[in-house]
């Protein structure tokens, strides 16, 4: 099966800076690749589909890139909402994967 | 678009359950659907996935043998059978719409708590 790394485990940052949040596959998942957030006591969210598409009411602050193995999950400028554990997810071969997560926290 | 999952609670080591999830606000043959589950404290684990006609089926490796994904299109409802429960399997299971034909999981339940413990 497609192992996903997540880094890193835990992003310590402050209201309105960027974040950068890597997804790395063992082997090429294509493009075929999605972004999860979930709050505490929440069920996931789905943010990004297909690597870079946006899904339905997800604020354009929230971008999706990558490709092959290597994607990333950018969040331009965090809003108090945002502080939240970020999950990847892959399509590309049976059985699905998620990685690990990363928690976006407070500074 | 509402997916409500029921069935969950205590049960044995070595018992049986069986979680449904019932479906409105879509047209419930078309869409794939998906459980996941996640331990306390842990992360998302994805259990299994069924087509819109139930013809498909498809597990994490971890869980052929002892877990059954079904539906029924004339009642909306989707369906985990799980035997020989474990301590292991102790975790909040979810219920979830996929996207057309990428079938990623757009639409969640809110879950249901399966706790395996004597």
């Known amino acids: 099966e497609i192992v996903l790394t997540q880094s890193p485990a835990i992003l310590s940052l402050s209201p309105g800076e960027r974040a950068t949040l890597s997804c790395r596959a063992s082997q090429s998942v294509s493009s075929y690749l999605a972004w999860y957030q979930q709050k505490p006591g929440q069920a996931p969210r789905l943010l990004i589909y297909d690597a870079s598409n946006r899904a339905t009411g997800i604020p354009a602050r929230f971008s999706g890139s990558g490709s092959g193995t290597d994607f990333t999950l950018t969040i331009s400028s965090l809003e108090p909402e945002d502080f939240a554990v970020y999950y990847c997810q892959q399509r590309g071969n049976w059985p699905r994967t998620f990685g690990q997560g990363t928690k976006v926290d407070i500074k | 678009v509402q997916v409500l999952e029921s069935g969950g609670g205590l049960v044995q080591p070595g018992g049986s359950l069986r979680l449904s999830c019932v479906a409105s606000g879509f047209t419930f043959s078309r869409s794939a659907m998906s459980w996941v589950r996640q331990a306390p404290g842990k992360g998302l684990e994805w259990v299994s996935t069924?087509?819109?006609?139930?013809?498909?089926?498809y597990y994490a490796d971890s869980m052929k043998g002892r877990f059954t994904i079904s539906r029924d299109n004339s009642k909306n409802t989707l369906n985990l059978q799980i035997n020989s429960l474990s301590a292991e399997d102790t975790a909040v299971y979810y219920c979830?719409?996929?996207?057309?034909?990428?079938?990623?999981?757009?639409?969640w339940g809110q879950g249901t708590l399966v706790t395996v413990s004597s």
């Open positions: 069924i087509s819109g006609n139930g013809e498909s089926t």
């Open positions: 979830a719409k996929t996207t057309g034909s990428s079938w990623y999981e757009d639409h």
